[in-house]
């Protein structure tokens, strides 16, 4: 409550034309009081009229009032100054560099509450007292402050903008209705407004349901996130338990390929340890006997000797008379030789299956974009197409930086090279194609418009006519009977074709579409299957054809 009467004291010594506290205070007849130099201000302007009046109640004074010191409102001035809170109370109010300000106020300026839009002017509190008081005034449309009023007055005319134009679509005056703008469709700005509103209106309804939509769709996106993290962890943890026991499994295959040679090891070299001891024991048999004989062919009595020859003499027959035999080459090698090639095999199966893996893992997915309904929306996928020189049979003629062949007699001076057609009258692109891509081909005279792989023509391999192998897919536009072929399997399709046609291709989705293209896109044949290997866009020409890869817009 004490707050509330100081905030009374210093709004009671205010200046209600410069709304500072009083400077040099005078009070008029009617009871009002000034600053001196506020109020002879105004009357100086009101001096041509010969008519002086107060600004707050609109008393008039003739003649011009002479002007004395309030020395009591003086003092009282004087008193709240010192108190320090005068300015403060004010400063809030006073209008900034970013703030609309009060069109009416003198010195320094309060902020603006609210702008009319008939007296094209801005008010503060003070000021805007009149408009709610004041009957003629209470009828004006006050709106939240703005510095853009005088963009409602004509620039022809200078009149209020308060109608509305339908045929140019822009704000005029009533002058303007009539002048200028005479015989278009005109209302008033009001009706356009509430008409506008309306629309205004529905496309916010719009704009919120898609909101929610697609706050559903990001709820969704979020759980789908969640999915794939949870999926992605089961798969690598099941795929850890299946190779772990893969390795495992090698591991005691390992094991059990060094036990059983350890034990053949063994085996064999105690049958060889056998035979040596035996050997052994032959040969200690035979010294003695060498021994027995060297001494009896040393005896001198020949009568002992002869009687002793035929024990001595007599050899026991050798029960293994051959020699002993060895492998001539290293033992174990067929072991190594053998898991040698279940290693090789192992790797060979490995390799193609890895490739499998790796293929199955590169087409998880989750979101499938839809094929484009409208040809601007596959323009969006455009892609500029130009021809490789290194590719073009040497019938074909390239021209206009490579984007247009033509189908000649005379052969054209081509280098040789290992991608290089023969035999079949073809050419593929520079570009290799990914993701998703889209191009036209203008053609005349019948043309092949294909897709294929890099490797269709590759070195010592012969050519394959677009579409009679697995490495492409090809569009006959044959004017009589248009086929698609892949891998030698021919399909009709519905002619007759426009001479423009239209390709687009989604690689990781494996959707392969021609179209044909006039004044609307005709579906002639979609492929859905799985792409390996990047693809090029392929022409093949018969006799007289020419094609070429428009620019498109």
Same mark, same amino acid.
């Given at each position: 409550?004490?707050?509330?009467?100081?905030?009374?004291?210093?709004?009671?010594?205010?200046?209600?034309?410069?709304?500072?506290?009083?400077?040099?205070?005078?009070?008029?007849?009617?009871g009002?009081?000034y600053?001196?130099?506020?109020?002879?201000?105004?009357?100086?302007?009101?001096?041509?009229?010969?008519?002086?009046?107060?600004?707050?109640?609109?008393?008039?004074?003739?003649?011009?009032?002479?002007l004395?010191?309030?020395?009591?409102f003086?003092?009282?001035?004087?008193?709240?100054?010192?108190?320090?809170?005068?300015?403060?109370?004010?400063?809030?109010?006073?209008?900034?560099?970013?703030?609309?300000?009060?069109?009416?106020?003198?010195?320094?300026?309060?902020?603006?509450?609210?702008?009319?839009?008939?007296?094209?002017?801005?008010?503060?509190?003070?000021h805007?007292?009149?408009?709610?008081?004041? +009957?003629?005034? @209470?009828? &004006? %449309?006050?709106?939240?402050?703005?510095?853009? #009023?005088? *963009?409602?007055?004509? /620039?022809?005319?200078?009149?209020?903008?308060?109608?509305?134009?339908?045929?140019d679509?822009?704000?005029?005056?009533?002058?303007?209705?009539?002048?200028e703008?005479?015989?278009?469709?005109?209302?008033?700005?009001?009706?356009?407004?509430?008409?506008?509103?309306?629309?205004?209106?529905?496309?916010?309804?719009?704009?919120?349901?898609?909101?929610?939509?697609?706050?559903?769709?990001?709820?969704?996106?979020?759980?789908?996130?969640?999915?794939?993290?949870?999926?992605?962890?089961? +798969?690598?943890? @099941?795929? &850890? %338990?299946?190779?772990?026991?893969?390795?495992? #499994?090698? *591991?005691?295959?390992? /094991?059990?390929?060094?036990?059983?040679?350890?034990?053949?090891?063994?085996?064999?070299?105690?049958?060889?340890?056998?035979?040596?001891?035996?050997?052994?024991?032959?040969?200690?048999?035979?010294?003695?006997?060498?021994?027995?004989?060297?001494?009896?062919?040393?005896?001198?009595?020949?009568?002992?000797?002869?009687?002793?020859?035929?024990?001595?003499?007599?050899?026991?027959?050798?029960?293994?008379?051959?020699?002993?035999?060895?492998?001539?080459?290293?033992?174990?090698?067929?072991?190594?030789?053998?898991?040698?090639?279940?290693?090789?095999?192992l790797?060979?199966?490995?390799?193609?299956?890895?490739?499998?893996?790796?293929?199955?893992?590169?087409?998880?997915?989750?979101?499938?974009?839809?094929?484009?309904?409208?040809?601007?929306?596959?323009?969006?996928?455009?892609?500029?197409?130009?021809?490789?020189?290194?590719?073009?049979?040497?019938?074909?003629?390239?021209?206009?930086?490579n984007?247009?062949?033509?189908?000649?007699?005379?052969?054209?001076?081509?280098?040789?090279?290992?991608?290089?057609?023969?035999?079949?009258?073809?050419?593929?692109?520079?570009?290799?194609?990914?993701?998703?891509?889209?191009?036209?081909?203008?053609?005349?005279?019948?043309?092949?418009?294909?897709v294929?792989?890099?490797?269709?023509?590759?070195k010592?391999?012969?050519?394959?006519?677009?579409?009679?192998?697995?490495?492409?897919?090809?569009?006959?536009?044959?004017?009589?009977?248009?086929?698609?072929?892949?891998?030698?399997?021919?399909s009709?399709?519905?002619?007759?074709?426009?001479s423009?046609?239209?390709?687009?291709?989604?690689h990781t989705?494996?959707?392969?579409?021609?179209?044909?293209?006039?004044?609307?896109?005709?579906?002639?044949?979609?492929?859905?299957?799985?792409?390996?290997?990047?693809l090029?866009?392929?022409?093949?020409?018969?006799?007289?054809?020419?094609?070429?890869?428009?620019?498109?817009?």
């Amino acid at each position: 409550m004490a707050q509330k009467g100081v905030q009374l004291d210093q709004e009671t010594f205010s200046c209600s034309i410069c709304l500072d506290l009083l400077n040099n205070p005078v009070t008029i007849p009617c009871g009002h009081s000034y600053c001196m130099s506020c109020i002879q201000t105004h009357w100086d302007v009101e001096d041509g009229k010969n008519l002086h009046s107060c600004p707050q109640c609109r008393q008039t004074f003739t003649p011009r009032p002479v002007l004395v010191k309030n020395t009591l409102f003086a003092d009282l001035v004087e008193q709240l100054k010192k108190t320090g809170l005068g300015a403060a109370a004010a400063d809030h109010c006073y209008a900034g560099a970013e703030d609309v300000a009060c069109d009416f106020c003198t010195g320094r300026k309060l902020k603006a509450v609210k702008s009319c839009l008939v007296c094209l002017a801005s008010y503060c509190d003070n000021h805007l007292e009149h408009h709610y008081n004041m +009957a003629p005034l @209470k009828k &004006h %449309k006050l709106v939240d402050p703005s510095e853009k #009023l005088q *963009e409602n007055v004509c /620039s022809f005319h200078d009149e209020v903008m308060k109608m509305f134009c339908r045929t140019d679509r822009q704000c005029i005056c009533y002058l303007c209705s009539v002048e200028e703008h005479k015989g278009h469709d005109t209302v008033s700005s009001a009706a356009e407004r509430t008409e506008r509103q309306t629309e205004l209106e529905v496309s916010r309804q719009k704009i919120q349901q898609r909101i929610k939509d697609k706050q559903k769709d990001v709820k969704a996106l979020q759980q789908e996130v969640e999915n794939i993290s949870r999926c992605a962890d089961e +798969a690598v943890e @099941k795929n &850890h %338990k299946i190779l772990t026991e893969l390795i495992r #499994l090698l *591991e005691e295959r390992r /094991s059990d390929v060094e036990r059983q040679i350890r034990s053949k090891e063994e085996t064999e070299v105690s049958r060889v340890k056998e035979q040596e001891r035996k050997l052994e024991q032959e040969i200690t048999e035979l010294r003695r006997k060498d021994s027995e004989m060297d001494k009896l062919a040393h005896t001198h009595d020949h009568n002992q000797f002869l009687l002793q020859y035929p024990s001595v003499s007599t050899l026991r027959e050798d029960p293994d008379s051959s020699h002993v035999h060895v492998r001539p080459r290293s033992y174990f090698e067929d072991v190594t030789t053998a898991v040698s090639e279940l290693r090789d095999k192992l790797q060979l199966s490995l390799r193609e299956e890895w490739t499998n893996i790796s293929k199955s893992i590169a087409q998880t997915q989750v979101l499938l974009e839809p094929e484009p309904q409208t040809r601007a929306g596959f323009l969006q996928y455009s892609r500029q197409i130009t021809l490789d020189p290194n590719t073009a049979h040497k019938e074909l003629s390239l021209s206009e930086e490579n984007k247009r062949v033509t189908r000649v007699s005379r052969k054209q001076n081509y280098p040789d090279h290992p991608h290089r057609f023969s035999s079949r009258r073809q050419v593929l692109s520079r570009e290799s194609l990914t993701g998703r891509c889209y191009w036209e081909v203008e053609w005349k005279e019948d043309v092949w418009v294909a897709v294929a792989y890099k490797d269709i023509k590759g070195k010592g391999h012969s050519d394959r006519g677009f579409g009679h192998d697995d490495k492409s897919w090809a569009l006959d536009s044959n004017s009589n009977s248009p086929i698609f072929r892949h891998n030698s399997v021919r399909s009709c399709v519905p002619g007759p074709l426009s001479s423009r046609i239209g390709v687009y291709l989604d690689h990781t989705a494996g959707i392969l579409s021609f179209y044909s293209v006039s004044k609307t896109m005709t579906l002639i044949h979609r492929v859905q299957t799985t792409f390996t290997q990047p693809l090029y866009a392929g022409l093949g020409l018969y006799v007289g054809s020419t094609a070429h890869f428009p620019k498109l817009h």
